[in-house]
């Protein structure tokens, strides 16, 4: 025997298909990058999730396995795809499970941008399912007792669970079916029910009467909690019809039960009185049920057996142990054994789950990584712009001091060797026309850039400007989100961007700056040995000092700041290379597992102070090397320079070579600064284009709302009713408002020719208050005749005697104000009995009198006997 009918059930959400592979796939792409491609899971997740809907009327447990399996995968994306109105616009639309689609009120559908309210809707179609799936299983089969038993478990859990994160999860007011009272009480009737399997597992096992009697008692229990809370007047109206009946029914029934097997308890123990006043209780009980439960009356074996017991156990009494009955209220009550319980959700539900996307972190761990490469990059930098301001300060003071040229220019008439080399470079690294097309380049990206920024922010306001005039037009019935409050973190990200446009404007300024101070000097740089050679003004010749101590101890100098030059660059290359290692996705994933959060900072830093400790103490012996060198150098060439400037002529030549050693200086500065500045607006392009299409699928899908909001309002309005007549005014009698009010006198019609005059005309039976007064008729609307051998009618002149003459034969006339269809002022022949007719007649199913109902005679009329 089925359960169906047994139990009751819950109906199921109806949802619309929902397109999630091209919103999931851009934000893939735009947080996480494209390292890998997803678009195989993605599809998958789509596919459950269409295979969820068209499951959704089955009662099978693969309908359950085909919900079970989509939930678990929102489970897992819930921390890695954060859909809401702001981030990731998927809109899910979901209709009441309790929607009887009226005509005038429509359907009560809810369609939310929130993977909250997606989990809400899903969780609450489990239980549904859950439900059915139970409502379907045997009542002869222990095995599918127990599934059902467990099954309303689980539902009663599922629905308990929403009842208290509903309302918090979801940003606006619920369909009637995700009400917190709606929810409480279905999860009453659930536990209810999983009660009565146990119940019913009980009498087929045949278990003592007393333990039945308990689970009985219990189930009664459950039941009268259920039907208390099924009647709230909140949401009273929203159940089908039989739910109340049957509910109620059952209370009173398992009560009965209960009392049943109590009494074969005390037939037991001999207590026949106590036996018969339980029956007897009993027995009301079970009327009351049928009473209650009508059509839905499922227990007439447990009738039938309460009245035979009942009987029995009387006459047994009266003939043999003539025992007293005792009064109900000095029975002891009936023991409860609780049994059914609110089973806690504990995902995954499919026991075949596998995460769709395990190769992505959750979104918390993600952000804390970036986080923390946020750090990592500026401590890196603050170390390496460390070793570079040395190698700066040190170029500047060694340029400062003209070294080493002027220990290689003790000549006074070629090239210093160190020039020719720096020359030599610049010319091989692009010269003077590769700073100079670097820098017509910039302003071009710089200005693209900014028209990005620019149309982002335009379509920004217009959509914020657009949601402002139809909220302002519509008041409170444009009632999604304030664009304002949407956009928040999105105009906040667009000013990051302006920011950093704004300050690279700044650091180009700077650059160019640097450039035209340098210009003349690149461009010597970028000549040939002559050229720069015959630009240099000559001296004296200084051979004698090639051979002094303070020559050698200088050239040795510079040999040793050559090296620390270079342990620099190696320092720069190893932070990079330890920079590339770095990987804390494990530690973040651990502390959020353990903690249920992250604490990024102290994470982070205590990663890199661990990390980057050794490397950080050579930079400082670096520096501190470099210094005490420094400090050599100045006072060996403050020496040096007494003896070179005993030659006059040596002054002018030996400031044009500290000058080309400042510009090779800046012109290797201002070259990586350019392409540095190159690749910066490049990659912001890339990331302004992302930012723009994130800003142009936000719009599209606001105005996609505002459309579908905008056909929901026009059919409300188009819905609305009329607003009432006016009141009429406390001058006007209501004698003259019925004098308005009385039709016009129609004319007697003419007398006929006919050897039979015509009778009186009848008005038609008409069951009508005693204060009904007849609308006001200005402008009659005549009928249109019957044929002309119709005992009684008059022809009228203005209308056609037949339709074939009519010049619109299918025309139907519209009604006037105040027609009344049962009104008939042409007089009635004569009631004639058919040929034939036979008065003694009997039917078989002969005319019924109700009561009350008018009998009204009309002249000739003979009733029917």
Same mark, same amino acid.
């Given at each position: 025997?089925?359960?169906?009918?047994?139990?009751?059930?819950?109906?199921?959400?109806?949802?619309?298909?929902?397109?999630?592979?091209?919103?999931?796939?851009? =934000?893939?792409?735009?947080?996480?990058?494209? #390292?890998?491609?997803?678009? $195989?899971?993605?599809?998958?997740?789509?596919?459950?999730?269409?295979?969820?809907?068209?499951?959704? /009327?089955?009662?099978?447990?693969?309908?359950?396995?085909?919900?079970?399996?989509?939930?678990?995968?929102?489970?897992?994306?819930?921390?890695?795809?954060?859909? +809401?109105?702001?981030?990731?616009?998927?809109?899910?639309?979901?209709?009441?499970?309790?929607?009887?689609?009226?005509?005038?009120?429509?359907?009560?559908?809810?369609?939310?941008?929130?993977?909250?309210?997606?989990?809400?809707?899903?969780?609450?179609?489990?239980?549904?399912?859950?439900?059915?799936?139970?409502?379907?299983?045997?009542?002869?089969?222990?095995?599918?007792?127990?599934?059902?038993?467990?099954?309303?478990?689980?539902?009663?859990?599922?629905?308990?669970?929403?009842? /208290?994160?509903?309302?918090?999860?979801?940003?606006?007011?619920?369909?009637?079916?995700?009400?917190?009272?709606?929810?409480?009480?279905?999860?009453?009737?659930?536990?209810?029910?999983?009660?009565?399997?146990?119940?019913?597992?009980?009498?087929?096992?045949?278990?003592?009467?007393?333990?039945?009697?308990?689970? $009985?008692?219990?189930?009664?229990?459950?039941?009268?909690?259920?039907?208390?809370?099924?009647?709230?007047?909140?949401?009273?109206?929203?159940?089908?019809?039989?739910?109340?009946?049957?509910?109620?029914?059952?209370?009173?029934?398992?009560?009965?039960?209960?009392?049943?097997?109590?009494?074969?308890?005390?037939?037991?123990?001999?207590?026949?009185?106590?036996?018969?006043?339980?029956?007897?209780?009993?027995?009301?009980?079970?009327?009351?049920?049928?009473?209650?439960?009508?059509?839905?009356?499922?227990?007439?074996?447990?009738?039938?057996?309460?009245?035979?017991?009942?009987?029995?156990?009387?006459?047994?009494?009266?003939?043999?142990?003539?025992?007293?009955?005792?009064?109900?209220?000095?029975? @002891?009550?009936?023991?409860?054994?609780?049994?059914?319980?609110?089973?806690?959700?504990?995902?995954?539900?499919?026991?075949?789950?596998?995460?769709? =996307?395990?190769?992505?972190?959750?979104?918390?761990?993600?952000?804390?990584?970036?986080?923390?490469?946020?750090?990592?990059?500026?401590?890196?930098?603050?170390?390496?712009?460390?070793?570079?301001?040395?190698?700066?300060?040190?170029?500047?003071?060694?340029?400062?001091?003209?070294?080493?040229?002027?220990?290689?220019?003790?000549?006074?008439?070629?090239?210093?060797?160190?020039?020719?080399?720096?020359?030599?470079?610049?010319?091989?690294?692009?010269?003077?026309?590769?700073?100079?097309?670097?820098?017509?380049?910039?302003?071009?990206?710089?200005?693209?850039?900014?028209?990005?920024?620019?149309?982002?922010?335009?379509?920004?306001?217009?959509?914020?400007?657009?949601?402002?005039?139809?909220?302002?037009?519509?008041?409170?019935?444009?009632?999604?989100?304030?664009?304002?409050?949407?956009?928040?973190?999105?105009?906040?990200?667009? /000013?990051?961007?302006? #920011?950093?446009?704004?300050?690279? *404007?700044?650091?180009?300024?700077?650059?160019?700056?640097?450039?035209?101070?340098?210009?003349?000097?690149?461009?010597?740089?970028?000549?040939?040995?002559?050229?720069?050679?015959?630009?240099?003004?000559?001296?004296?010749?200084?051979?004698?000092?090639?051979?002094?101590?303070?020559?050698?101890?200088?050239?040795?100098?510079?040999?040793?700041?050559?090296?620390?030059?270079?342990?620099?660059?190696?320092?720069?290359?190893?932070?990079?290379?330890?920079?590339?290692?770095?990987?804390?996705?494990?530690?973040?994933?651990?502390?959020?597992?353990?903690?249920?959060?992250?604490?990024?900072? &102290?994470? +982070?830093?205590?990663?890199?102070?661990?990390?980057?400790?050794?490397?950080?103490?050579?930079?400082?012996?670096?520096?501190?090397?470099?210094?005490?060198?420094?400090?050599?150098?100045?006072?060996?060439?403050?020496?040096?320079?007494? *003896?070179?400037?005993?030659?006059?002529?040596?002054?002018?030549?030996?400031?044009?070579?500290?000058?080309? @050693? +400042?510009?090779?200086?800046?012109?290797?500065?201002?070259?990586?600064?350019?392409?540095?500045?190159?690749?910066?607006?490049?990659?912001?392009?890339?990331?302004?284009? &992302?930012?723009?299409?994130?800003?142009?699928?936000?719009?599209?899908?606001?105005?996609?709302? &505002?459309?579908?909001?905008?056909?929901?309002?026009?059919?409300?309005?188009?819905?609305?009713?009329?607003?009432?007549?006016?009141?009429?005014?406390?001058?006007?009698?209501?004698?003259?408002?019925?004098?308005?009010?009385?039709?016009?006198?129609?004319?007697?019609?003419?007398?006929? &020719?006919?050897?039979?005059?015509?009778?009186?005309?009848?008005?038609?039976?008409?069951?009508?208050?005693?204060?009904?007064?007849?609308?006001?008729?200005?402008?009659?609307?005549?009928?249109?005749?019957?044929?002309?051998?119709?005992?009684?009618?008059?022809?009228?002149?203005?209308?056609?005697?037949?339709?074939?003459?009519?010049?619109?034969?299918?025309?139907?006339?519209?009604?006037?104000?105040?027609?009344?269809?049962?009104?008939?002022?042409?007089?009635?022949?004569?009631?004639?009995? #058919?040929?034939?007719?036979?008065?003694?007649?009997?039917?078989?199913?002969?005319?019924?009198?109700?009561?009350?109902?008018?009998?009204?005679?009309?002249?000739?009329?003979?009733?029917?006997?």
């Amino acid at each position: 025997m089925s359960t169906s009918g047994v139990f009751l059930s819950i109906p199921n959400k109806k949802t619309w298909e929902v397109d999630l592979v091209k919103p999931l796939k851009s =934000f893939i792409q735009e947080t996480y990058g494209n #390292t890998e491609d997803h678009t $195989a899971a993605l599809n998958e997740l789509n596919k459950l999730r269409l295979n969820m809907i068209l499951k959704a /009327g089955d009662k099978h447990e693969s309908a359950l396995e085909a919900i079970y399996r989509y939930y678990d995968q929102l489970v897992v994306i819930e921390g890695k795809f954060p859909i +809401s109105e702001n981030q990731i616009r998927v809109t899910f639309k979901w209709q009441d499970a309790f929607d009887k689609e009226s005509l005038f009120y429509g359907k009560r559908v809810l369609s939310l941008t929130s993977g909250a309210y997606e989990k809400c809707c899903v969780l609450f179609n489990m239980a549904a399912m859950q439900s059915r799936v139970a409502e379907c299983q045997t009542l002869t089969s222990d095995e599918e007792l127990k599934l059902a038993a467990k099954l309303f478990q689980q539902s009663s859990g599922i629905l308990s669970y929403l009842k /208290g994160n509903t309302t918090c999860n979801i940003q606006a007011d619920p369909t009637p079916d995700l009400q917190p009272d709606t929810l409480n009480a279905l999860s009453a009737l659930m536990l209810a029910q999983s009660q009565d399997c146990f119940v019913r597992k009980a009498t087929n096992d045949k278990m003592k009467p007393a333990v039945i009697a308990k689970l $009985a008692m219990q189930c009664s229990e459950l039941y009268a909690d259920a039907h208390k809370l099924l009647q709230l007047e909140s949401i009273k109206q929203i159940w089908p019809k039989d739910w109340l009946l049957s509910v109620a029914g059952k209370q009173s029934a398992y009560f009965a039960m209960a009392e049943y097997y109590q009494s074969q308890v005390s037939k037991e123990s001999k207590d026949f009185g106590e036996e018969i006043a339980r029956l007897k209780h009993s027995k009301e009980l079970i009327m009351a049920s049928e009473m209650r439960s009508g059509a839905q009356f499922i227990f007439q074996d447990l009738k039938g057996k309460i009245i035979r017991s009942l009987t029995e156990a009387e006459k047994d009494n009266d003939f043999i142990y003539h025992a007293k009955i005792p009064e109900l209220n000095s029975l @002891a009550p009936i023991g409860k054994a609780v049994v059914a319980k609110v089973l806690p959700i504990a995902a995954p539900f499919s026991k075949q789950f596998k995460d769709l =996307f395990e190769k992505i972190v959750p979104l918390s761990v993600h952000l804390a990584f970036v986080s923390y490469e946020n750090r990592r990059s500026a401590y890196i930098n603050l170390e390496i712009s460390k070793l570079r301001d040395c190698t700066q300060m040190l170029n500047s003071v060694l340029a400062s001091l003209n070294l080493p040229a002027a220990l290689e220019d003790v000549g006074g008439r070629e090239i210093p060797k160190s020039v020719s080399t720096k020359a030599g470079e610049l010319k091989q690294a692009g010269g003077f026309e590769v700073l100079e097309r670097l820098m017509r380049e910039l302003p071009a990206l710089l200005q693209r850039n900014k028209e990005i920024l620019d149309e982002t922010d335009r379509m920004l306001i217009e959509e914020e400007e657009s949601d402002t005039q139809l909220r302002n037009q519509f008041k409170e019935r444009w009632s999604r989100t304030p664009s304002n409050k949407l956009t928040e973190t999105i105009k906040a990200e667009a /000013g990051k961007y302006r #920011t950093i446009i704004n300050n690279a *404007i700044n650091a180009d300024a700077i650059v160019r700056e640097r450039f035209n101070k340098h210009k003349d000097d690149i461009k010597l740089l970028s000549m040939s040995d002559g050229d720069i050679q015959s630009c240099l003004p000559s001296s004296g010749s200084n051979a004698h000092s090639e051979n002094l101590p303070v020559v050698a101890e200088l050239r040795s100098l510079m040999k040793k700041l050559d090296d620390v030059k270079l342990q620099r660059d190696n320092l720069e290359k190893e932070i990079r290379d330890i920079s590339s290692k770095d990987n804390l996705t494990s530690e973040f994933l651990s502390a959020l597992l353990t903690d249920g959060a992250i604490d990024e900072e &102290k994470i +982070s830093m205590s990663y890199i102070s661990r990390v980057f400790a050794p490397i950080v103490q050579r930079v400082k012996d670096n520096l501190q090397t470099q210094e005490e060198l420094l400090q050599r150098v100045q006072i060996a060439n403050t020496e040096f320079s007494q *003896i070179k400037n005993k030659n006059e002529s040596a002054a002018a030549r030996e400031e044009k070579l500290k000058s080309l @050693a +400042s510009a090779y200086d800046s012109f290797t500065e201002l070259k990586g600064n350019l392409e540095e500045g190159t690749k910066f607006y490049n990659d912001l392009t890339e990331i302004l284009l &992302k930012f723009q299409s994130k800003v142009n699928d936000f719009c599209f899908a606001r105005k996609t709302e &505002k459309e579908e909001l905008m056909k929901d309002l026009s059919a409300n309005i188009a819905r609305q009713t009329t607003a009432p007549a006016p009141v009429a005014p406390s001058y006007q009698k209501p004698d003259d408002i019925n004098k308005k009010q009385e039709p016009p006198k129609r004319p007697p019609p003419p007398k006929l &020719k006919h050897d039979t005059p015509a009778a009186p005309p009848v008005a038609a039976p008409r069951n009508l208050p005693a204060s009904y007064t007849e609308p006001p008729q200005q402008q009659p609307y005549p009928t249109q005749p019957p044929s002309s051998n119709y005992a009684g009618h008059a022809t009228s002149p203005p209308y056609p005697t037949s339709f074939q003459s009519m010049p619109y034969p299918n025309y139907q006339p519209p009604m006037p104000t105040g027609y009344n269809p049962y009104y008939n002022p042409y007089p009635q022949p004569p009631y004639q009995p #058919t040929p034939g007719y036979n008065p003694a007649y009997n039917p078989s199913y002969p005319q019924q009198q109700y009561p009350g109902y008018p009998q009204q005679q009309f002249p000739g009329y003979q009733p029917r006997p």
